[in-house]
C-alpha cells in the first residue's frame, strides 16, 4: 500500500488493454503500439502492482537505446517515484545491457530492474520496442510473475505518476524526484570489472598484442558498443577499430542485430574474408540488440552456439572463475545435445530445461549448474542471471590464450574427443497465426501414431510435447515444444515463437549425432538432408504455410 504521503497527485485514470502478455522474454510489440495513450503506463503500473516490496526498495532502470528508451525511462522515473520505490539506479543515457542490469541489481541487492529492449528485433519508430522485468536475484521473472501482471494489465483502472521533470539522462550524479533519488551511473564500469573477476585479463591482454592475432567484434550498432570498446579496446589493448559498428543507434543501423549468419553478415564476410585481403581476422564475434547472445567465429569458420556452450565447458577449467570445476550444464531442449556429452565426461549432472532463460534461474540459485545455453546464440554462467554476450566471447578469448589453438582446431579436436552433433535450426517468420496454429494442432494430434514408425531408417521412439518439472520448486510448465527422438539419438523439434511481434513463426529443429571422425566435414544442410525431409513430412510445412523454404536457417 502506498502512504498518503507518496501519492502527490492524484492517480490517472486509465483504460485496460487485452494484449499486454508477457511473451518469452518480456512484453515485445511494435512501437506505435507502446505509443497507444497509456499503454506502457498501464503495463509498469501492472509490474508495480505485483511487488508488495516495491514501497522504499532499489530498481535498476536502462535499455538497449533503440527508439523509445528515452522517453519511456522518463515516464518510468515519475512511475516509480510516485509508487514509492525509493531509488532508481539508471544507466548513463538510459543505457544498459541486459546483463549489466543483472549483475547490478545483484550488486546493489535491489528488488529487480526494468529493461527496455526487444533484444534482436529491429528497432526504430516502425519497429519493435520492449520492457521486461527481472527480479531480486537478477534473473527473468518467472512466468508465475509475468502471469500475475498480465491478469493485473486486464484489470487495471488506474496509474500513479509524479510531476515532469526532465530527469538529464546523459550527465552522471544523484538528482531527486519527490522522494525519489535517480543515480545516473557509467552504464559500463561495473560490468568491466565484473568480468576482470572472472577471467585472466593479463593472459588475454598478452593474446591480444602478439602479433599473429587479429580480432573483431561486431556490435551491429547496438548495445554492447560502449562495453566492447571499453573492455577490448581500452582495457585489453586490442587495436583501435577491432569493434565495429560501434555506435549504439536508436535505430541500429536500420539492422536485425540478430547475431547469425543472416543477419551479422558484415562480420561473416569479414571472417570468411569475401574481399580477399588474404587476412582473416583470427577471432570474430557478435551480439545483439540487448547485450545477451553471441556468435563466435575463427577464421573462416563457424561456431554453433550449441558446440560453444560444450567447447567452453569442456575447456572450464581453464578460466580462473571456474579453475575448481562446474556443478553442472543446463541447456535448453532444443539446443543440441553436445553439452551433455562434456557432462557425462565430467561426471557432472545435466538439465534440460524448456527454451527461454528463466527456466535456469532456479538451477543457478540451486547451485546445481554453473554454465548453460541455449541454441539461439546464448550462454550464461552463475555470475549472474541471464545469458551473456560478451561474456561468452571472454570465455573464448581465455581459452585461446590458454590454448594457443585455433578456433577452428579447438573446435575440431573436440569433435574427435566427444563426436560431433550436426544442427541446424529452419525458421519460418511471418506466417499467419491461423496457418501455425492448423499445423500445430494436427502435428500434436497425431502424435500418439508415430510411436515405432520408420523414416529414412530412423525408428521414432519419442513423440511427444516436451513438459518440464522444475526440479527446484516443482512447478511444471507443458507444451514446451514438439519433439520427434529417433532411436539414434538423432532429433527434430518443433515450437512456436513466443517473441514475434508479426504472425507466427515456426522454429524446427534438427540434429544428428556422428561419433566417427571420418565424417566430421559434411556440409551441416547436407549431413541433416534426410531429417529435413522428414521433418518436413511429418508437419505438412507446405501445405499448411505455402513456404517451400525457411527464411533463416542457422
Ligand atoms: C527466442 C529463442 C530463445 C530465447 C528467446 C529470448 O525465443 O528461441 O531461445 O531464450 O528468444 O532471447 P522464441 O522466439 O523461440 O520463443
Ligand atoms: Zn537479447
Known amino acids: 500500500m ?60 536502462g535499455g538497449d537505446g533503440r527508439y523509445y ?32 542490469v543483472s549483475h547490478l541489481i545483484r550488486k546493489h541487492k535491489a528488488l529487480g530492474g526494468i529493461i527496455l529492449s526487444a533484444s534482436h528485433n529491429p528497432a526504430g519508430m516502425d519497429g519493435d520496442f520492449g520492457i521486461k ?112 559498428r560501434s555506435d549504439c543507434l536508436p535505430n ?93 565426461k565430467l561426471a557432472i549432472p545435466s538439465y534440460e530445461t524448456p527454451t527461454g532463460w528463466k527456466f535456469f534461474g532456479n538451477l543457478l540459485d540451486d547451485k546445481r549448474i554453473t554454465l548453460c545455453g541455449e541454441e539461439s546464440f546464448g550462454t550464461g554462467s552463475d555470475h549472474i542471471r541471464e545469458k551473456d554476450g560478451l561474456w561468452a566471447v571472454l570465455c573464448w578469448l581465455n581459452i585461446l590464450a590458454e590454448r594457443k589453438q585455433s578456433v577452428e582446431d579447438i573446435v575440431r579436436q573436440h569433435w574427435a574427443e566427444y563426436g560431433r552433433n550436426y544442427y541446424t535450426r529452419h525458421d519460418y517468420e511471418n506466417i499467419p497465426i491461423e496457418a501455425a496454429n492448423k499445423l500445430f494442432t494436427t502435428l500434436q494430434a497425431n502424435l500418439g501414431t508415430l510411436m515405432g514408425r520408420i523414416f529414412n531408417n530412423r525408428t521414432i521412439f519419442i513423440a511427444d510435447n516436451f513438459s518440464y518439472l522444475d526440479p527446484v520448486d516443482n512447478s511444471q510448465s507443458n507444451n514446451q515444444g514438439v519433439r520427434i527422438i529417433f532411436d539414434d539419438g538423432s532429433r527434430i523439434i518443433y515450437r512456436l515463437s513466443g517473441t514475434g511481434t508479426e504472425g507466427a513463426t515456426l522454429r524446427v529443429y534438427i540434429e544428428r549425432y556422428v561419433k566417427d571422425i571420418n565424417e566430421h566435414d559434411l556440409d551441416t544442410q547436407e549431413a541433416l538432408y534426410d531429417l529435413i525431409e522428414t521433418a518436413e513430412l511429418l508437419a505438412n510445412i507446405i501445405g499448411y504455410t505455402d513456404r517451400h523454404e525457411p527464411t533463416v536457417i542457422t
Open 133 to 244: 522485468f527481472n527480479i531480486s536475484n537478477g534473473g527473468p521473472a518467472p512466468e508465475e510473475f509475468t502471469d500475475a501482471v498480465y491478469a493485473e494489465s486486464l484489470e487495471i483502472t488506474q496509474y500513479h505518476i509524479g510531476p515532469i521533470k526532465g530527469i538529464p539522462l546523459d550527465i552522471l550524479g544523484t538528482y531527486t524526484l519527490d522522494e525519489m533519488e535517480i543515480e545516473v551511473i557509467d552504464s559500463v564500469n561495473d560490468y568491466a570489472e565484473l568480468m576482470a573477476t572472472l577471467f585472466d585479463f593479463d593472459k588475454i591482454k598478452a593474446l591480444i598484442a602478439s602479433d599473429n592475432f587479429k580480432l573483431c567484434f561486431d556490435a551491429m550498432y547496438a548495445v554492447t558498443g560502449p562495453y566492447a570498446i571499453r573492455i577490448f579496446e581500452e582495457i585489453l589493448g586490442a587495436e583501435a577499430g577491432s569493434v565495429i
Open 252 to 344: 541500429f543501423g536500420g539492422g536485425h542485430p540478430d547475431p547469425n549468419l543472416i543477419h551479422a553478415k558484415q562480420l561473416v564476410d569479414i571472417m570468411f574474408d569475401v574481399e580477399e585481403t588474404g587476412s582473416a581476422p583470427n577471432f570474430g564475434a557478435a551480439s545483439d540488440g540487448d547485450g545477451d547472445r553471441n556468435m563466435i567465429m575463427g577464421d573462416y569458420f563457424y561456431v554453433t552456439p550449441s558446440d560453444s556452450l560444450a567447447v567452453i565447458a569442456a575447456n572450464a577449467h581453464l578460466i580462473p572463475a571456474y579453475k575448481d570445476g562446474l556443478k553442472g550444464i543446463g541447456r535448453s531442449m532444443p539446443t543440441s545435445q553436445a553439452a551433455d556429452l562434456v557432462a557425462e
Open 69 to 100: 528508451n528515452r522517453e519511456s525511462i522518463q515516464i518510468i522515473i515519475r512511475m516509480a517515484a510516485a509508487n514509492g520505490v525509493k531509488k532508481i539506479i539508471l544507466g548513463q543515457g538510459g543505457i544498459f545491457s541486459t546483463p549489466a
Open 2 to 61: 502506498l502512504k498518503n504521503s507518496q501519492i502527490k497527485i492524484q492517480p490517472v485514470k486509465t483504460q485496460a488493454y487485452n494484449d499486454q502478455k508477457p511473451g518469452t522474454s518480456g512484453l515485445r510489440k511494435k512501437v506505435k503500439v507502446f505509443q497507444q495513450m497509456d499503454y506502457l503506463q498501464n503495463f509498469v503500473q501492472s509490474i508495480f502492482n505485483c511487488l508488495p516490496d516495491l514501497v522504499g526498495s532499489t530498481l535498476i532502470l
